[in-house]
């Protein structure tokens, strides 16, 4: 399911949307246009690699930028556009990593399930993905999650949580809950459960945590796995203008439609004020050129004082979710490495995941 799928959710006529399109197109065109003014050879790694970073950076900004300019009900369509296109060209990429995926719900959740096809999983993911609170789904997320089940050996279930405008705070956060307490339900033990997340994805792990214990009545995860998260919505650090001509976010981030109207610096939705004492291990990566850099540094810096194992690693020359825009780059695999090491360390201590936990997932009863 994308958003625009749910009944609650307006989209555009279909002209309009063809419209949309060609001018999109337009857009992209003008991005790849401009990628000789940029130097775009000039870099921290080999040519051909800063050529595709440049590539990308001015692809993915335009994009952005172009898609944050429409109409609610235009960007649905243009979303739900896109997703059919990656229910085409994502499930060859799925299965060659010998991964199968089921379009499934747990706790009430809709989402996509990734499982290792020659093992027996040994841990199980809840993937929250990222678009800002305000877009992108599963589908979309296919070829990264499937190399994060691949890698991890862990059953993987991207979450397709409600997102903002149309839901705005906290009901990502309270379908996030909803699946973890049905996975935990279902017999997955904390030991071996991972909460992780890109970007908006990111931010709302972390709110997962730090309202689990109180609000949520959730046990804490095993561990964090974070690329690039957002932290900080109040985007007041230098990095997010230092930085804002050489990341893909859009200069003018938008969040007002996320929070509408709660407090920005809360530590429910700005985890880099929150009280991280309770944090379970967390491994997390950025850009340097990124625009969320300052606020992630500062997270991290917070964790360790709190006693928090972290593993933190900051890519030089990197923009936002360089990861999962960029898996050819020899900085993301670093990082596909990484996380694997960290998933199997944290997990070591921990008593095996039970037979076929996997498949009552889908059957795990909604939280009360």
């Not at 994060?148 to 279930?157: E, M, S, Y």
């Not at 931010?203 to 095993?222: F, I, K, N, Q, R």
């Not at 919505?233 to 230092?242: F, G, H, I, K, Y």
């Not at 004082?305 to 670093?334: D, K, N, Y």
């Amino acid at each position: 399911m994308v958003m625009a799928d749910r009944p609650e959710v307006r989209t555009a006529a279909a002209p309009v949307v063809a419209i949309d399109t060609l001018l999109l197109a337009q857009q992209l065109g003008a991005a790849l246009a401009r990628v000789p003014f940029r130097r775009p050879l000039r870099g921290g790694s080999g040519p051909l690699a800063n050529l595709g970073a440049s590539v990308t950076r001015e692809v993915v900004r335009s994009f952005m930028g172009y898609c944050s300019s429409l109409p609610i009900a235009e960007f649905r369509s243009i979303e739900q556009l896109l997703d059919e296109l990656c229910k085409v060209v994502m499930p060859p990429v799925v299965h060659a990593r010998d991964v199968d995926h089921t379009i499934t719900t747990i706790g009430g959740v809709p989402g996509i399930l990734y499982v290792p096809r020659d093992a027996a999983p040994e841990g199980v993911v809840l993937y929250l993905h990222g678009g800002g609170y305000i877009g992108t789904s599963p589908t979309m997320y296919a070829f990264f999650t499937s190399r994060i089940c691949a890698r991890t050996r862990c059953a993987v279930f991207v979450a397709d949580y409600r997102l903002a405008p149309e839901f705005p705070f906290p009901a990502g956060l309270v379908d996030a809950a909803h699946v973890m307490s049905a996975m935990v339900g279902a017999g997955v033990p904390p030991g071996r459960l991972f909460v992780a997340g890109d970007s908006g994805g990111g931010g709302l792990a972390t709110s997962l945590v730090v309202a689990a214990p109180e609000d949520m009545h959730l046990v804490s995860p095993a561990g964090l796995v974070l690329f690039s998260p957002e932290v900080d919505l109040r985007l007041d650090e230098p990095s997010v203008t230092a930085n804002a001509e050489s990341d893909i976010l859009p200069w003018n981030i938008p969040t007002a439609s996320y929070l509408h109207g709660f407090d920005a610096s809360s530590g429910y939705v700005s985890a880099v004020d929150a009280d991280l004492s309770g944090f379970p291990p967390v491994a997390v990566s950025w850009g340097g050129d990124e625009m969320f850099r300052d606020p992630i540094r500062r997270f991290t810096r917070r964790l360790d004082v709190a006693g928090v194992p972290t593993h933190a690693h900051e890519v030089e020359g990197m923009f936002h979710v360089f990861q999962i825009l960029m898996p050819w780059a020899e900085a993301s695999r670093t990082i596909y490495d990484h996380v694997a090491t960290f998933v199997a360390r944290v997990m070591d201590d921990s008593p095996p995941l039970p037979d076929g936990v996997v498949d009552r997932l889908p059957g795990a009863p909604l939280p009360m």
